[in-house]
């Protein structure tokens, strides 16, 4: 077993991946409201339906960026706080 550190802890990996679902799934509804309200364009105003999704895919998008930005400062903090860390040899004792 390597006593080197992972760049990434397993720890964070659910939030990583949880992350990276709401980002995705946010440019989905994203991408889905811009559809939306080119096929409305037509309309004198835009339905609420779509201000609603919009509203909503953004949010979700900043969260996702955020939730990112997060896991990668703090996975970075441990990392620099653990290479500083220094490591204690045992003496080395002749056999006699």
Do not use: C
């Given at each position: ?43 004198s105003t835009t339905p609420l339906w779509i201000v609603v ?7 979700g998008v900043m969260l996702g960026f955020g939730g990112l930005f997060l ?26």
């Amino acid at each position: 077993m390597s006593k080197v550190s992972e760049p990434i802890p397993r720890s964070y990996k659910p939030w990583l991946i949880a992350s990276i679902v709401m980002l995705v799934g946010s440019l989905v509804l994203l991408a889905a409201a811009v559809i939306a309200a080119f096929v409305s364009f037509g309309d004198s105003t835009t339905p609420l339906w779509i201000v609603v999704l919009g509203v909503f895919a953004v949010i979700g998008v900043m969260l996702g960026f955020g939730g990112l930005f997060l896991l990668m400062a703090t996975a970075a903090y441990q990392n620099w706080r653990e290479s500083r860390r220094a490591q204690v040899m045992p003496p080395e004792h002749p056999n006699s």
